[in-house]
């Protein structure tokens, strides 16, 4: 079964649909190049594992997935997206539509890698499942925003266990539109970022548009490779001792 044919059995409007395929059929090959004709749903097993063992896994939280862009003519990398994060979940009828303000929480999720990786899709399961958590009170935390990091308490890729990229960053998109627009509102495009504790450490004492310049400016951005080391900064810092452990 599709997601639209989950969708559908799962919520039965079809203005809800179309604001699906508007997304997925318009705006995501505009921004992204051409999509595939499948995608990775996040699983109730994902769900257990961030959330604990005894969750209850909605019906709808099975409809988050993950859709993995080729390289095209749009964008060299492979580019991995989250959808339905700005499915407007909570409108009960379409006449409670508001164009001017967020469509579901506001935003969905890109990592860019330089080449194919399984591992980006575990990553944005994961922080999906996480946000989702935050999202219903389940657990503590905030919804991502521009600016935003945080420790993977690992490395990013279970691949290169010794990696020094070991957390995530929120930038914006250089190279396509941070912002789109669905009938339901709007939706910012969160670029995330694979950084090392060094640049963390640069952040806490700099602020984020310092170190996403750098990130840039260096080819650490906008694609995240778990194999590199440090962009070269202006300033080291020392890591919070709290932090240490995590980085």
Known sequence: MSLIDLL???????????IWRDREERVYPALFGPLPSTVIPLTAETFQTILGPDTK???????????EIAPNE??????????????PWKVE???????????GVGYELV????????????????????????????????????????A???????LTPESKVRGIFITRPRDFAAR??????????????GI???????????????????????????TSDPERGSVELPRRYELPPQLQARF
């Open 74 to 87: 749009q964008h060299a990398d492979w580019l991995y997206v989250t959808t339905a994060f700005s499915q």
């Open 8 to 18: 559908r059995e799962t919520h039965g409007d079809d203005w809800f649909e179309d």
């Open 111 to 150: 990592l860019r890698t330089p080449e194919r990786a399984g591992w980006a899709v575990e990553v944005l399961h994961r922080l999906a499942a996480y946000q989702i958590g935050v999202n219903n009170e389940i657990l503590k935390g905030k919804l991502f925003e521009y600016g935003d990091w945080m």
């Open 152 to 158: 993977l308490n690992g490395p990013l890729s279970n």
């Open 196 to 222: 090392t504790g060094d640049e963390v450490a640069f952040l806490l004492n700099s602020g984020p548009i310092p170190l996403e310049e750098l990130l840039y400016t260096q080819g650490a951005a906008p």
């Open 180 to 193: 789109f627009e669905l009938q339901s509102g709007q939706v910012n495009v969160l670029q995330i970022v």
């Open 57 to 67: 896994v909605q019906p709808q939280w099975l409809h988050y997935a993950v859709i």
């Open 93 to 103: 009828k379409p006449e409670d539509l508001n164009k001017d303000s967020f469509s």
